[in-house]
């Protein structure tokens, strides 16, 4: 892996960004073993020391979005694709020298995953657990004895078991907190709106995509893809057999960075299939095939902005009408995917992800699917006025760092008044529903 530290030398590129967009993007990925891993990056927990409340008030509630841990591979294919075309090679003859050697490092490798496909991981389990220690520890005003914390989840047994770490964690650092965790068809629609019942999921009018399709783009990209599977295979044509190169390269993209996630004993280093630029061009691949799948599911996933809004908005109210601190306080959860996690990126337009690319060339410098690491999440954390009366506040955090809300103005950043945020959120909602 010490291999992509040194591809930064390939690209001379000059350096500019401008708020989100980042003409670095290649050379920050071909230095930076975990941004070439996309999806598969891992959560860091080393980040800035965040602001202090604002004077005169204090945080009383937190809302918060969640991906599950760290994981094995989520569909079986990461791990079979290329095992399987290198055992038919194997039978024909058609393993290179170096496809020989890799050949038992992938089966001893297979072995300890095929059976664990989908599971959340020991990392993953502490990664929540982590999050929910500091969540209690940089706002402690929010959860006094009785909070009520309520916590949905999808249905997916990763997220499941991310939702009971972190609410067992919870319960652990903070024992007098009333918690509830719930799971059902419903909650889909604030957790995984693909998976709530078809008639409840947001409807809009629709944004075809306007670029060339992925298996296109791959060609543009990685025009010299055969050069990878050339160390593998004899012969690259017999090798592949009908299959779609782009589908092999996006799913040896998922093999080669799925590894950080796994337990030690299970970590099998797959970095030597790629060299020079490759790393490069097969993320840029797999970012452009996110950024097209994530795309799409704005407009339903609306919905999840909608709970934000309305729960905080329940919240509120029961602040402002006098009702016990207990009733106000504590924090709303939920917790599902990526595909989720990137959509809400670009309809709040979280540090300017909802920008549109000009071209598909460009969509690598506005969107980089690495935002979005195992356990990713972000907050809205409340404020309240510590006396008398005064707008509500919030600022919204990501992964630990306190982020913006597209051109939204905040004079006094990272604190919104949660009344501007409240209208900003509901225009993006309207401009993806058309409602």
């Known amino acids: 892996m010490k291999r992509f530290c040194l591809l930064a030398l390939i690209f001379s590129a000059l350096a500019f960004s401008a708020s989100a967009q980042n003409y670095n993007v290649r050379e920050e990925v071909a230095s930076d073993w975990y941004k070439f891993s996309g999806l598969d990056n891992l959560l860091s927990f080393d980040v800035p020391e965040l602001t202090q409340s604002p004077k005169g008030y204090k945080p009383f509630y937190v809302s918060h979005y969640g991906r599950h841990g760290s994981r094995y591979a989520y569909m079986a294919e990461t791990y079979k694709t290329l095992w399987e075309m290198m055992h038919t090679a194997a039978d024909n003859g058609n393993l290179t020298e170096f496809g020989e050697r890799l050949l038992p490092r992938l089966d001893s490798f297979y072995e300890k995953v095929r059976y664990h496909v989908g599971e959340l991981t020991p990392l993953g389990w502490e990664q929540h657990r982590e999050i929910a220690r500091r969540m209690v520890a940089f706002f402690p005003e929010a959860f006094p004895k009785g909070a009520r914390v309520d916590a949905a989840s999808s249905p997916t047994q990763r997220a499941i078991v991310s939702m009971t770490s972190f609410c067992t964690s919870l319960a652990a650092t903070a024992p007098y907190l009333d918690i509830y965790a719930h799971q059902g068809s419903l909650e889909c629609l604030a957790t995984s709106p693909n998976l709530a019942p078809a008639e409840l999921r947001t409807k809009g009018p629709g944004f075809p995509f306007p670029f060339e399709e992925p298996e296109v783009f791959f060609e543009k990209c990685f025009p010299d893809w055969r050069n990878v599977y050339s160390r593998i295979f004899k012969d690259v044509d017999a ?82 009408n006098g009702e016990a601190r207990k009733a106000w306080s504590g924090a709303d959860l ?20 909802g920008h549109e690319p000009e071209s598909s060339s460009e969509v690598a410098y506005w969107f980089q699917d690495y935002e979005s690491p195992m356990a990713t999440n972000i907050q809205f954390v409340f404020y309240r006025p510590k006396k008398g009366s005064g707008p509500v506040l919030v600022k919204l955090i990501r992964n630990g760092v306190e982020v913006h809300l597209g051109d939204l103005p905040c004079p006094d950043f990272p604190y919104y008044r949660w009344d501007d945020v409240r209208e900003f959120l509901l225009g993006r909602v309207a401009h993806f529903t058309g409602k």
């Open 239 to 320: 090798a592949f057999a009908g299959k779609s190169p782009s589908d092999v390269s996006y799913k040896l993209q998922m093999l080669i960075a799925g590894v950080n996630s796994l337990p030690s004993d299970v970590k099998t280093d797959f970095s030597d299939i790629l060299t020079g630029d490759e790393p490069v061009k097969l993320w840029e691949y797999s970012n452009f095939v996110r950024f097209k799948q994530y795309r799409a599911h704005r407009t339903p996933y609306c919905s999840v902005v909608c709970d934000f809004i309305d729960k905080a908005d329940r919240r509120i109210s029961l602040l402002e």
């Open 334 to 353: 939920r917790f599902g995917h990526d595909h989720v996690m990137m959509a809400l990126y670009q309809i709040m337009d979280i540090e300017h992800f």
